[in-house]
């Protein structure tokens, strides 16, 4: 069964740094675009950051400049490194294929405090 885990969220102040894991099983990982969302409480989930199949990056204009978006396929796991954290960064992260996207996991919190 598909199976997508991430961690690495914790509290850090405003300008700090956190690194994201992704690590999805059960699939075929690297044919697939991945991407990270994030949802704030009471608001919609939002792309943050996509990776595709080859390497080519996208990302939100809030974060460009601030987070980095990678892969290790051998792995079958994808990273969003985060540095300049701002409170409005504060969400639930999550992981998932930008296209034809698997059961959602659990997310990991982030909270950036001012």
């Known amino acids: 069964q598909v199976q997508l885990v991430e961690s690495g969220g914790g509290l850090v102040q405003a300008g700090g740094s956190l690194r994201l894991s992704c690590t999805a099983s059960?699939?075929?990982?690297?044919?697939?675009?991945m991407a990270w969302y994030r949802q704030a409480p009471g608001k919609q989930r939002d792309l943050v950051a996509r990776i595709g199949s080859g390497g080519s990056t996208n990302y939100a204009d809030s974060v460009k400049g601030r987070f980095t978006i990678s892969r290790d396929n051998a792995k079958s796991t994808v990273y969003l490194q985060m540095n300049s954290l701002k409170p409005e960064d504060s969400a639930v992260y999550y992981c998932n294929r930008a296209t034809i996207p698997l059961p959602w996991g659990q997310g990991t919190q982030v909270t950036v405090s001012s």
């Open positions: 059960g699939s075929v990982f690297s044919i697939y675009a």
